[in-house]
């Protein structure tokens, strides 16, 4: 599956695009001024991602991937 393919399938579930999600990281303090915050793990955003938006492991690093820059 290819990484927009992941972005389309995200926000179809969940009604959220990835600006969305980095709004709710700020608000969860994974994320300050839209970087990630140092010692956050790629962990810790996949099981907040399953927890409240019942997220599998792909999806949730295709998010954790725009928290770290990638765009397309």
């Not at 994974?30 to 492991?57: S, T, V």
Request: without cysteine; glycine residues 8%.
């Amino acid at each position: 599956m290819s990484f927009q393919a992941y972005i389309d399938n995200i926000k179809a579930k969940t009604g959220k695009t990835p600006d969305d999600f980095k709004k709710l990281a700020e608000q969860k303090e994974f994320l300050k001024n839209e970087q990630l915050k140092e010692g956050i793990k790629a962990g810790e955003i996949i099981a907040w991602l399953k927890e409240d938006f019942d997220l599998g492991r792909g999806h949730s690093m295709a998010i954790y991937a725009t928290f770290k820059g990638r765009e397309e």
